[in-house]
């Protein structure tokens, strides 16, 4: 049985027998920012094959087959499978010359021990990257989810803000991520701030800043640096009780976000942001 494993995992199917099979044109329309990134992602089992208008489907056949014994054999990401998920992202993270990328990432070139690095900003605070790990510089204890997250970055690259802001709507195939963002995000932040939306400014100090002053018809607006080349704004309408208006919130995105990270990991910022915030709150 080991043995079968074994040689499971040595034939394993990697994201580059994947991209090989892509247009290689980054068009988005599978919904993440590279074609590299949606390889990975359908790889280890965060993305639909089928996501991709222009995969030859007599190609896949075979692939796709073995695609499915491979994650029924465990091999790939499963959501309590988050380790097979670090191991394979800490092995396709060998293949970059950190020297040749920091520079687009915003993060700094660092070396300890002799082993060369990546220290950036994740939600304010400063975490290296290792081909080995991802660690808090603070001693902040990072979560599987975070880590992978962080490999999404540091391998599918980072574009420069074009400085217009946009919600989810406006990226292609995001009608499924619209649901789970207005669910676990914008209605829990609403509801949780609704009436209370004097105290949004002292709250949000530590982790954001206040840009009420570029958004006129909102009632509080702040913007969260998740990571050097990722910025959220959150925007918030109080309830007003007697006009039968319910508390509103709105995530909005730099128009090039989607070709730094897909949808999933934007989704993802998102919920860690919303998080934060309403742990202050209950502090």
Not at 118 to 131: A, C, D, I, K, M
Not at 192 to 207: E, Q, T, Y
């Amino acid at each position: 049985m080991q043995d079968g494993h074994r040689e499971k995992l040595e034939n394993r199917l990697v994201p580059l027998q994947l991209y090989k099979l892509t247009p290689k044109t980054n068009c988005g329309e599978c919904g993440f920012a590279t074609c590299l990134a949606f390889a990975t992602q359908v790889i280890v089992g965060q993305g639909d094959l089928g996501a991709c208008p222009y995969l030859d489907e007599e190609a896949l056949q075979p692939f796709q087959a073995q695609l499915e014994d491979q994650h029924k054999a465990g091999i790939g990401l499963k959501r309590e499978g988050f380790e097979k998920a670090l191991t394979f992202l800490r092995g396709e993270i060998k293949k970059w010359n950190f020297a040749d990328i920091a520079e687009s990432l915003g993060a700094r070139l660092t070396a300890e021990r002799k082993e060369t690095g990546l220290e950036l900003s994740y939600l304010g605070r400063p975490v290296r990257v290792t081909s080995d790990d991802i660690t808090s510089a603070v001693g902040d204890e990072l979560s599987p989810w975070e880590k992978i997250f962080l490999y999404n970055y540091v391998i599918g690259g980072a574009v420069a803000p074009s400085g217009s802001w946009v919600g989810m709507e406006s990226f292609p195939n995001s009608i499924s991520k619209i649901k789970s963002l207005k669910e676990h995000c914008e209605m829990r932040l609403a509801d949780s701030f609704a009436g209370k939306m004097s105290g949004l400014p002292a709250l949000v100090a530590p982790l954001g800043r206040n840009v009420s002053h570029e958004h006129e018809d909102v009632d509080f607006a702040a913007e969260f640096q998740i990571l050097p080349r990722l910025t959220i704004r959150i925007l918030w309408w109080d309830e007003e009780p007697a006009e039968g208006f319910e508390a509103k919130t709105k995530f909005l995105f730099d128009a090039n976000a989607l070709s730094t990270l897909d949808l999933e990991s934007l989704l993802f910022a998102c919920e860690q942001v919303t998080d934060r915030l309403l742990d202050r709150l209950h502090e």
